[in-house]
């Protein structure tokens, strides 16, 4: 007897019956191969292939999003430079326009002095010439008060006529 017919015969092996049951276990397997692990399998690509996709789908959108927050960034620091260049182009609006309401108002003080010299002026004149108006009446009365005579039209203008040259001189 061989050694392995002994080992056979002390565990109790039957040789047909483990033969059939190899076949059975055989078959058995090849059902579960084809109708559960392969379609679990196909599942677990599927599920795989998905899990890959949505990572480089998630990939692709941070990458996106990346760009999109650059851009938004330089949209941001563009509209600050617009910004200050239009806070900057407002206030040389607003210093031009100053100047330009000072000068008008210089122009104006400057219009205005010279009205007023203009009338102070005039108002000198006429008071010169009512001051030798009434000098002049003066010495026409003084005049006949100290010859005692009435004086003609003529006295009158020649009187006037020589007051109003010395005063003239003067």
Known sequence: MSQIQQVAQTFGVDWVHLGAQSISFGIVCLVLY???????????????????AGLANAAKIKAELESIEKQRLDVLAKAGDEGRQLVEDARQAAARVGAEERRKATAEAAQIVARAREAAEQERARMIAEVRHQVGKLVIQTAASVTGKILTAEDHRR????????????
């Open 34 to 52: 084809k109708l559960a692990y392969g379609p679990i399998l196909k599942m677990l690509e599927t599920r795989r292939q998905q899990i890959a």
């Open 159 to 170: 009187l006037a006529e020589e007051t109003a040259n010395r005063l003239a001189v003067q």
